[in-house]
Every structure is written in structure tokens, then in C-alpha cells.
């Protein structure tokens, strides 16, 4: 049984940094595409940053050098570690993963949501101004 729980969400003030987990059961990570979303009230969920089993990672335009996606090989754990934090960064945020190999093999913070096919139960975010 594959399930991905994240972790490390709360509420911070503009400019604070938070990191994210997301504790991977039932497969070892490093054969999966893994990627980070979010999704603001209203909105539709949308990509952040992936990382692919060779360790490439990709951000959103919006993120890029502020959040950075890694993994944790002995601890099966992903991570999202978020600085300089802004209140639209608000958001409920999701781990999800998809084998190596699916959707053609294209693991980039774009990929859709659709294609992916585990997901996590989800970390809120709460920023501050």
C-alpha cells in the first residue's frame, strides 16, 4: 500500500521560512517522480517543484529561490524547505508521486496533477503580512 503523509505546515509571518515532510510508505521514492503542490481557497492546484529519481529538481517561476524540494534517501522522506516566505504563498500544500516512467518520463514542476498518482493528505500554510 503506497501513502505519502506530509507534515511541517503552520502559520508564520512574511519572511519566515518553514520546511515540509512527506514521509513515503510502501515504495522507495527513488524510482518515483515526486512533486510538491499547493492550492489556495478558490484556486485550482497547482505545481511548486518536483524532483526526479536522478535528483533533478525544477521550481515554478513563483518559488524559484526561495523553496527548495530534497530528499532524504535513508529517511524514505521528501522535503520542501520554504524561505522568505509571502502571504500568497497561503495555501494547503500536497506531496504526490508517480512511477519513474510515466507521463512519458517528464518529471517537472509543470507535470499536471492529473498524471500523478499518489497523494498526500495535505499541510496548510498560513503567511502573515
Known amino acids: 500500500q503506497v501513502q505519502l503523509a506530509e507534515s511541517g505546515g503552520g502559520s508564520v509571518q512574511a519572511g519566515g521560512s518553514l520546511r515540509l515532510s512527506c514521509a513515503v510508505f510502501?515504495?522507495?521514492?527513488?524510482?518515483?517522480?515526486m512533486g510538491w503542490f499547493r492550492q489556495a481557497p478558490g484556486k485550482e492546484r497547482e505545481g511548486v517543484a518536483a524532483?526526479?529519481?536522478?535528483?533533478?529538481?525544477s521550481y515554478a517561476d513563483s518559488v524559484k529561490g526561495r523553496f527548495t524540494i530534497s530528499q532524504d534517501n535513508a529517511k524514505n522522506t521528501l522535503y520542501l524547505q520554504m524561505n522568505s516566505l509571502k502571504p500568497e504563498d497561503t495555501a494547503m500544500f500536497y506531496c504526490?508521486?508517480?512511477?519513474?516512467?510515466?507521463?512519458?518520463?517528464?518529471?517537472?514542476?509543470?507535470?499536471?496533477?492529473?498524471?500523478?498518482?499518489?497523494w498526500g493528505q495535505g499541510t496548510q500554510v498560513t503567511v502573515s503580512s
Open positions: 504526490a508521486a508517480s512511477p519513474r516512467g510515466t507521463y512519458g518520463g517528464s518529471c517537472r514542476w509543470h507535470r499536471p496533477a492529473g498524471t500523478y498518482n499518489y
Open positions: 510502501g515504495y522507495s521514492y527513488s524510482n518515483y517522480c
Open positions: 524532483i526526479d529519481s536522478a535528483g533533478v529538481t
